[in-house]
């Protein structure tokens, strides 16, 4: 177990496996939302994640550009669509996000719930 006095003695810390990428929090909820199916209408993102195009656009360009993502576009009838996939080097990324984020809401309990529920300590009163 890490103390305040030894920080290292549990390895790394969690922050230190965060992807600046993928962490972003709107390329977080795009990769999340692209991961819960086999494709996501860009529109669908610019509406859920409340972006406007440009910053949309910006942000699904930096992970197409790191692989994370594919783009396609397309019709849906007459109207021009464009499409986003998950890749698997996304999904891969994503995990690692997620298992970061995990790791350090882990230690943040660990470390928090002996403070809060030492016997030793008193309670403290109302006066």
Known sequence: MSTVDDPRASGPFPTNGLDDTVHQRHRLGILTIAA???RVEVAYLREALELTAGNLSRHLTVLEEARLI???KGYHG?????WIRI???GRQ????EIAALQELLRRHLQQATPHATAPDQPEARAD
């Open 36 to 38: 819960e199916g086999e």
């Open 70 to 72: 594919e783009v396609e």
């Open 78 to 82: 007459r109207r021009p669509r464009t």
């Open 87 to 89: 890749t698997r080097e």
């Open 93 to 96: 990324a994503l995990h690692s």
